[in-house]
């Protein structure tokens, strides 16, 4: 589970990103992937019409609505990615993450090589270039998090 703040700019790209190289590579019957915020200001409406472009511009399909995290999704999900410290920080404090989320927490751009340690960061106030550069490093990001998941899996 992909999770931003709001559900409706990063979060819901990331896991069109990552659906999409999932049937890229014929694994949508191996993995499942969802999107959320901390944040229930967004639940229930469609992504971020800027959001939508950079996706379409990409051949990335959305199909999400946003939602908010539960604790529920700590058992259900066995890799939470959260977009940027704040929002690791708000799933750290769900109730139950100690039960069950240690070590399936992580953040998104651990996995890109350009980007380690750092936030995807937010492109709701920014122009559309924000947009497009959060799209590449979640594109990076995506690819390799699905690499570290089939070889940590033993999927084919």
């Known amino acids: 589970m992909f999770v931003c703040l709001g559900n409706i700019c990063r979060s819901p790209l990331a896991e069109g990103v990552f659906k999409k190289l999932i049937i890229e590579r014929n694994l949508q019957n191996e993995i499942a992937v969802d999107s959320a915020g901390t944040s229930n200001w ?14 379409s511009q990409h051949d990335v399909q959305l199909d999400h609505r946003g939602q908010q995290i539960h604790p529920e999704d700590l058992q259900t999900f066995d890799y939470i990615v959260a977009m940027d410290i704040s929002n690791y920080n708000n799933i750290r404090a769900l109730e139950g993450f100690g039960e069950n989320g240690q070590g399936r927490l992580i953040m998104m751009r651990d996995f890109d090589e350009l980007g380690k340690e750092k936030d995807v960061p937010d492109p709701y106030y920014g122009g559309a270039n924000g947009f497009e550069n959060v799209y590449k490093m979640l594109l990076r990001s995506c690819t390799n998090f699905l690499d570290h998941i089939v070889k940590e899996h033993n999927i084919m």
């Open 42 to 55: 967004h639940v229930g409406d469609l992504p971020d019409p800027r959001t939508e472009e950079i996706a």
